[in-house]
């Protein structure tokens, strides 16, 4: 039995209001906007460490008549105290298209299988990320990473900076996102900037699949010639376990 006690005045009876032993109630938390709008940007979103498992599948047309066909397996798994931590495995597959040749297997633009599908380097990449959420419908994400070649048998040694900045909006059960990925390559000394327009939502009732589109294209001449001219994927995630 719960009860709510009104000021006392001299003279009148004190109001109590008598809730049913079976009476249910429901609590919203505060930030349970924030939590769907957190779960549909996902892995645009660095520093959210949710264990899930991504879909990705996109065709990257290049400005010389050439593309490629990428299929990506991520699995991130979080652990620790409040899922502060994560370990996560990639495995990319491509296909790429030329009018003399076609090559398919695994790898990404630094390690592949065949030379056709990218070069064979290693590489470091250290970044740093932040997430701001000015509302419960509004985040705004960002990632700076540095990437160096330290040993290189095929293929360009690297020298790149690149900022990202991506800005997530939730407007009718929906979210629509607009990143600005952006990249410096110090050896020619050039900058290739892109832009990638989106939307991400949830799929089914529990809240445990999240469905994005999107279409990004390069925004000025090296933009088109070192990243790609258009790229239109999509991706699915699955979280297999509620969040805590």
């Given at each position: 039995m719960s009860f709510a006690q009104g000021p006392q005045t001299?003279?009148?009876?004190?109001?109590?209001?008598?809730?049913?032993?079976?009476?249910?109630?429901?609590?919203?938390?505060?930030?349970?906007?924030?939590?769907?709008?957190?779960?549909?940007?996902?892995?645009r979103d660095l520093t959210y460490l949710r264990t899930r498992l991504v879909y990705r599948y996109d065709h990257k047309q290049l400005e010389v008549p050439v593309s490629t066909?990428?299929?990506?397996?991520?699995?991130?798994?979080?652990?620790?105290?409040k899922q502060r931590f994560g370990a996560s495995v990639l495995m990319p597959w491509l296909?790429?298209?030329?009018?003399?040749?076609?090559?398919?297997?695994?790898?990404?633009?630094?390690?592949?299988?065949?030379?056709?599908?990218?070069?064979?380097?290693?590489?470091?990449?250290?970044?740093?990320?932040?997430?701001?959420v000015l509302s419960s419908h509004i985040q705004l994400t960002g990632?700076?990473?540095?990437?160096?070649?330290?040993?290189?048998?095929?293929?360009?040694r690297a020298k790149q900076f690149e900022p990202?900045?991506?800005?997530?909006?939730?407007?009718?059960?929906?979210?629509w996102f607009l990143e600005w990925d952006s990249y410096y390559d110090f050896l020619p000394d050039r900058f290739a900037q892109t832009l990638k327009p989106g939307v991400s939502r949830s799929i089914g009732s529990n809240g445990r699949w999240?469905?994005?589109?999107?279409?990004?294209?390069?925004?000025?001449?090296?933009?088109?010639?070192?990243?790609?001219?258009?790229?239109?994927?999509?991706?699915?995630?699955w979280y297999p376990r509620e969040y805590r």
């Amino acid at each position: 039995m719960s009860f709510a006690q009104g000021p006392q005045t001299q003279g009148q009876p004190q109001p109590t209001t008598i809730l049913a032993p079976d009476e249910e109630t429901t609590i919203f938390t505060p930030d349970e906007e924030t939590a769907e709008l957190e779960e549909e940007v996902g892995d645009r979103d660095l520093t959210y460490l949710r264990t899930r498992l991504v879909y990705r599948y996109d065709h990257k047309q290049l400005e010389v008549p050439v593309s490629t066909d990428r299929f990506r397996l991520r699995l991130l798994y979080a652990f620790g105290p409040k899922q502060r931590f994560g370990a996560s495995v990639l495995m990319p597959w491509l296909q790429t298209d030329t009018p003399l040749a076609s090559a398919r297997g695994s790898g990404d633009a630094e390690t592949s299988s065949d030379a056709l599908l990218g070069g064979a380097t290693t590489t470091i990449k250290p970044d740093w990320s932040f997430t701001g959420v000015l509302s419960s419908h509004i985040q705004l994400t960002g990632a700076f990473f540095y990437k160096q070649s330290i040993h290189t048998t095929r293929g360009i040694r690297a020298k790149q900076f690149e900022p990202d900045v991506t800005l997530n909006a939730r407007v009718l059960d929906t979210t629509w996102f607009l990143e600005w990925d952006s990249y410096y390559d110090f050896l020619p000394d050039r900058f290739a900037q892109t832009l990638k327009p989106g939307v991400s939502r949830s799929i089914g009732s529990n809240g445990r699949w999240v469905a994005s589109a999107y279409y990004a294209f390069g925004i000025n001449d090296y933009g088109r010639l070192s990243q790609y001219r258009y790229n239109a994927g999509a991706d699915v995630t699955w979280y297999p376990r509620e969040y805590r």
